[in-house]
């Protein structure tokens, strides 16, 4: 990607002429936008200048909340996750269901819904006939990256009233013992080698694991191994015709039945498991796919790309949403180096992704374009044209400007994606308006967590305004309570966000304390995310009340809200933000963009290894006066601003431990590790 990325403007013939070209191409669009003027295709449903309904207490409900009722469900025929499918395969007949890039050629092969059906009762029959119980006492472990068969397991469960249980692939095996022990998981699905060593390298700390299924083949050397262990080891394959020499008929769940227990990766201590029901997920989905459909319609031929992980909300949430609607899913091969090609053979027309690959997208062409004023006047240009037209409720990807600037983009992506969701994270502004532009598709953005099912605010389609999280969901109440520590008080329309909602979770598996701490006495979530109430009725999440502390003076610092600005800077891959409640400020451990510095360095005649770089004062001095500048126009109080900074060249990941599965700072890691490192960076600035 990012080398195509690099050479988007690459064979642009109109960039290629020579400052005259500006009259040319201005005239030209002008003349080919006159001549193709559109008409409105994407009104907004509601009246943007008030987006959600002000009860008397401050409380705040979607405009589609009919007489103050949440929403529950979609369709009188969707109460669950298995309604869900059966739906699906009803309207889908034997349309594709699931496919995978395979085959010599790399095409998508395509399985349908029955074939996906069939397969699930197969697998779910040969559980039941191993002993398990068709009922949510069944915890079914899922250790596996996006593949059909953890579609299959999934919907085995939901076919006899089982629960699935996602060990994160990214997890490690501490964590993937401590969930097999916590929830005495008997029977887990595996896709590789590795997965499968590392369960039983812990199988004697996990008494209850009886069964490994692997989805690959598993080697002689590996079932020796199992045997060792005492774990049964078994093909998935083989455990399909099985299940077919025993098959059983469904138990379908109720929808009060817990359908998943989902774990969430903390930045301290062990993972936290949340329940979930299946009127929890169907409640949020069906909201979810309630606010879309006012914008896109979706028909058994449209095509979504699973990419982000399974094992958590979002990923499923969309599969769900699918399944309800005879979608196809189609799967990436597992590397997301290779995103790209598989978008372009799938040819997706829903995508959902998350801030940071949009962030990168739209770094790297702004990045492409910087050494040409007249590439740099072009695409600003363009982001602007179609952005009126965003504003005018046009949405297309055949203006002049698609086919001069954006059409590379749209082609990265398939070229036929007609709705993007993004979430996990706010998405700057600016970021919001080019993704717009560029993808000449509806965007839409939301806002939520695990322990809400997924949503609680979205926006409306046809809103061109950015800077926020939409507005409630139909199935969510939303208000903001007072933080007074951190100054955040709800008659200023500020405060921390908090949920209610039938999708709300039943609580964390096996941890009262915790629950009690997230959920009130009058069942409210509360999340633990700052948000203010804009005049529109949207919401805008400003700040994070985890991960505070006080600096000696007496100031609040979030770090979070800091390093999200830092990492604004074009020289800055990440950043990790430390204070000491005995110093008056902060200091900051900042990775410099390995794909940034190499081409800066070589134009300031320093040498492009980042070892050396990072070691080099005059680039220490370049970044701190950049990502203080930043700071500055992003309203950082001095108290917040960091007194100094380390450069570090090597990236913060999963394999050096320094961030969670979900790509956030490992902050009791972090600071062991440069706690000496912080040490010397308060004694060089306080000398």
């Known amino acids: 990607m990012s080398k195509k990325m690099s050479d988007f403007f690459s064979d642009a013939s109109a960039l290629s002429i020579g400052a005259g070209v500006v009259t040319a191409v201005s005239a030209a669009a002008a003349t080919y936008y006159l001549s193709t003027r559109p008409e409105p295709n994407v ?3 509601i009246d943007l200048t008030d987006q959600s309904v002000v009860l008397e207490d401050g409380t705040r409900l979607s405009r589609f909340t009919r007489a103050g009722n949440l929403m529950k469900y979609l369709y009188d025929d969707v109460k669950t996750t298995y309604d869900a499918f059966q739906r699906g395969m009803k309207i889908s007949g034997d349309k594709p269901c699931l496919g995978t890039r395979t085959g010599p ?16 009762r197969a697998f779910g029959s040969g559980l039941l006939a191993k002993g398990l119980k068709p009922d949510d006492s069944s915890f079914i472990g899922i250790y596996s990256i996006n593949r059909p068969e953890w579609v299959f397991t999934e919907q085995a469960c939901s076919m006899f009233s089982m629960v699935s249980v996602p060990l994160y692939d990214s997890l490690g095996p501490d964590a993937c013992k401590y969930i097999i022990k916590q929830g005495d998981i008997r029977y887990v699905v595996c896709d590789s080698k590795q997965k499968t060593k590392n369960l039983l390298a812990k199988a004697d700390q996990c008494p209850s694991l009886k069964c490994i299924i692997m989805m690959d083949s598993p080697s002689e050397e590996l079932k020796s191994e199992a045997a060792k262990c005492k774990v049964e080891l078994i093909q998935f394959q083989d455990f399909l015709e099985f299940g077919k020499k025993n098959l059983k008929e469904p138990k379908p769940p109720k929808e009060s039945d817990l359908a998943t227990v989902c774990y969430t990766s903390g930045t301290t201590g062990d993972p936290k498991g949340v329940m979930l029901t299946h009127a929890n997920l169907i409640c949020n989905m069906s909201a979810v796919a309630f606010i879309a459909l006012k914008a896109i319609s979706v028909s058994q031929d449209d095509v979504h790309i699973s990419y982000l992980p399974l094992a958590h909300m979002f990923e499923r949430g969309m599969q769900i949403i699918c399944y309800m609607h005879g979608c196809q899913v189609g799967f990436f091969r597992g590397d997301v180096k290779l995103l790209t090609e598989d978008m372009q ?16 997208i739209y770094d790297k062409i702004v990045n492409s374009v910087q050494g040409s004023a007249l590439k740099s006047k072009l695409l600003e240009w363009a982001v602007e044209a179609k952005s009126k037209e965003v504003e005018n409720y046009i949405v ?35 970021v919001f308006k080019f993704i717009r532009a560029a993808f000449g598709c509806v965007v839409m953005e939301g806002y939520g967590q695990t322990e809400a ?9 046809g809103d061109p305004s950015t800077g926020h999280v939409g507005c409630p969901l139909p199935c969510c109440k939303v208000k903001l309570v007072d933080v007074p520590e951190m100054d955040y008080y709800s008659k200023d329309n500020k405060g921390e966000i908090c949920s209610y909602s039938y999708s709300t979770f039943i609580g964390y598996f096996k941890n009262e304390e915790k629950t009690k701490k997230a959920i009130d006495d009058d069942g409210w979530l509360h999340t633990g995310d700052i948000g203010q109430w804009l005049p529109n009725g949207t919401l805008k999440i400003i700040d994070r009340k985890k991960n505070i502390f006080k600096l000696s003076q007496g100031e609040y610092i979030a770090t979070e809200k800091i390093e999200n600005c830092y990492s604004r800077s074009r020289f800055v891959a990440q950043a990790f933000v430390d ?30 290894d980042m070892k050396e770089l990072c070691e080099n004062k005059k680039v220490k001095e370049m970044i701190f006066k950049d990502i203080v500048r930043i700071g500055k126009e992003a309203g950082l109080k001095t108290f917040e601003q960091v007194a100094n900074i380390h450069l570090f060249p ?19 890691v972090l600071r062991k590790r440069f706690q000496s490192v912080i040490n010397d960076l308060y004694a060089e600035f306080e000398k």
């Open 43 to 45: 009104l907004p449903p």
């Open 105 to 120: 050629n790399l095409e998508y092969e395509w399985i349908s819904y029955r074939e996906v059906y069939e397969k699930s």
């Open 345 to 360: 053979t799938l040819r997706p027309t829903l995508f959902i992704t998350v801030p940071r690959l949009l962030n990168r």
């Open 396 to 430: 297309r990807k055949d203006s002049i400007w698609d086919k001069l600037v954006f059409g590379k983009v749209q082609n990265l992506l398939g070229g036929r994606v007609k709705i993007v969701i993004t979430g996990s994270a706010p998405l700057e502004a600016k």
């Open 453 to 461: 099912t997924a949503g609680i605010t979205f926006s409306i389609p």
């Open 579 to 608: 204070g000491n409640s005995l110093k008056n400020n902060v200091v900051g451990i900042i990775v410099p963009d390995p794909e940034v510095m190499p081409e800066w360095a070589k134009k300031e005649g320093l040498s492009p």
């Open 650 to 668: 090597e990236l913060f990941s999963l394999e050096n431990d320094l961030l969670t599965p979900t790509f956030k700072n490992k902050r009791p």
